[in-house]
């Protein structure tokens, strides 16, 4: 390995991208809640009924996923010929959805596993590959649907089981995203740089308040991003963190005060902005990897496009707990995955 | 992209590693039952019950993670602070075999699932970071047990179910590779190309003939791999899947046949060497992502490093279902991913 190869990881944990990987397009597709909510008219598809026509939740979930990479091929002008790898990942036991929804691609597959953060993992993983040489376009693409994830996590909906305040909702919705290296094409927006998350555990073992689980991972990913690229927080327009939700932005704000860093101003969380938390009775925020996704898609990289921001730290977040290991009594460690998104000048 | 970098990329999904990346070191960990079978004296460390000391399945199989990873950094005469990211996965939903085992290494995680692939999974995209310059040296883990296993797909162990001929046995094992583009070390083998498999469905819905349903896939991704190498079978001294098993075995040589490609003479399987059938009572062979990757480290890795094999496609292979689109009536797809590996010849 060349010297001057290696010179593309930086500090302990992140990666600078000599030549910026660009968001060529997007695309996003939620589910009825989510087409009722603040960001409504931003996104590209609104299912009529959240079944999506299909026989179960499951299968609904791997159609959102088909349809996000549909509609982002389509808006790139691309053929699935033309895409060498897609990235994928859900939050289902065994990564169904996915397997379900992009076997018609043909496509060959990484699957990828990051919890609620996997829209950063895929982002990441996929920068690298083009940046790398590797691949001329890739595909990132990754979901959630309310019905799958509780039944996967918690209780059948049937049950009608009451949820604290501190609950977070799973977004139904699938955010699919084209990765090019290719200067010459329209883009939304470059991938400059990631910083790949560690496990964080601080012990705590509710899974009705996930985002206190996954502020301790969003605080490590944020303060080593900002060390490794001896940057501030004001060096970015926002800090975005993936579904922390009301509780866990408490958390991740009071745990970077304590470093002496304070995001108070740059912070943004996708989980908030998704839902009018108040009418939409969502307690403290959506959730899942389609939240995320589709805030990355619809909403982030649109403000990053009109140059209203010029770059943002992108966090998903992720709890790394299933329903065996939360039944045993394990604690439920976070994970987040950091992308720098900034906007392309041309 | 420069042109040269753009380069890697060979065929229709493959990539050509220009410089190799290296297997520094491994380690394989695993239960009692491998530990009576023919590779027995080839692993590095056998447990004396398949709880290793643990209170729970899922718990012993986090432990072999940790357990394997640990050697493979001793062999090494590295520490965990050297190792960039560590690539990982497991069978278990929501990969928690990685979660709990590997939170202590406090490493940048990239989490991966491919089903019993994810073994050949984590290698190609540890060896893409490490080619690419984004890493120096990385760690790739993958983890099967069966108790857990058999829990997560199947029935309770309590119940005493029958398995059919055709059934495979998961093996209780993992497996730890330390990646690193560093020339000068010594090192076991190379891995000097990769080609990434599609999904492929042939409509199989039988979760206890797994082979079969994973021979499709299996059969596409050689394929795919001696066009985009132009090789020949007899290019490679052994083609190894990962655990098709004596019934996925004979449908790959078939299927293999059908489109003109004779690897009877080269073709070898991890879950048919790792037991001995009809001792142990195994029936089709050993399976899960701890099958290929300890018979990996103990029995390919040991033949490459004698210069007995000067080159292998090591094709582990993975069947995508879940407990619950087994239950909804689903299909079993199938995914492989190929891996070249060669002797380093000093």
Same mark, same amino acid.
């Given at each position: #390995? ?12 992140? !990666? ?21 909510? =603040? ?5 590209? #598809?609104?299912?009529?009924?959240? #079944? ?21 091929? &389509? ?31 043909? $496509?060959?597959? !990484?699957? $990828? ?8 993992? +895929? ?5 690298? +590959?083009?940046? &790398? ?22 209780? =059948? ?30 883009? /939304? ?10 496990? #964080? ?25 900002? $060390?490794?690229?001896?940057? /501030? =927080? ?33 912070? $943004? ?12 009775? *969502? ?16 909403? !982030? ?9 010029? /770059?943002?730290?992108?966090?998903? *977040? ?16 976070? !994970? ?11």
């Amino acid at each position: #390995m060349s010297k001057e190869k290696s010179g593309y990881a930086i500090g302990k944990q992140s !990666i600078e991208m000599k030549e910026p990987v660009y968001i060529r397009e997007s695309a996003s597709v939620v589910g009825t809640k989510e087409g009722q909510g =603040p960001l409504a008219e931003l996104f590209d #598809m609104i299912g009529q009924d959240d #079944m999506f026509g299909c026989a179960s939740w499951e299968e609904a979930e791997s159609s959102l996923q088909k349809d996000a990479v549909y509609l982002a091929l &389509g808006k790139a002008g691309m053929k699935k010929e033309e895409i060498r790898y897609i990235f994928a990942g859900d939050l289902l036991g065994q990564s169904i959805a996915s397997s379900f929804g992009l076997a018609s691609y043909e $496509m060959p597959l !990484i699957g $990828m596993y990051g919890a609620c953060s996997t829209c950063g993992l +895929t982002l990441s993983m996929g920068a690298i +590959t083009v940046a &790398g040489g590797f691949a001329e376009h890739v595909v990132c693409v990754t979901s959630s649907h309310f019905a799958s994830a509780e039944k996967e996590f918690r209780f =059948p909906l049937g049950y009608g089981n009451q949820r604290p305040l501190s609950a977070s909702w799973t977004v139904t919705g699938s955010g699919a995203f084209v990765l090019s290296g290719d200067k010459g094409a329209k883009s /939304r927006a470059a991938i400059t740089g990631i910083t790949t998350g560690k496990i #964080m555990d601080y012990g705590l073992k509710d899974s009705m308040n996930m985002g206190a689980c996954m502020a301790p991972s969003a605080c490590d990913t944020i303060y080593q991003n900002l $060390m490794d690229f001896n940057r /501030r =927080p004001s060096d970015y327009d926002k800090i975005i963190t993936g579904d922390l939700g009301t509780v866990g932005q408490h958390a991740l704000i009071d745990l970077l005060n304590k470093k002496g860093i304070d995001i108070s101003g740059q912070h $943004m969380d996708c989980g908030i902005e998704i839902y009018d938390a108040k009418e939409q009775d *969502t307690h403290a925020g959506g959730s899942g990897c389609g939240c995320s996704a589709v805030t990355l898609s619809a909403y !982030i990289l649109k403000k990053l496009e009109e140059g209203v921001w010029k /770059r943002v730290l992108f966090v998903p *977040t992720g709890a790394l707990l299933s329903k065996t290991s939360f039944n045993e009594g394990q604690t439920v460690p976070g !994970i987040a995955h950091g992308v720098v998104l900034e906007t392309i000048t041309g």
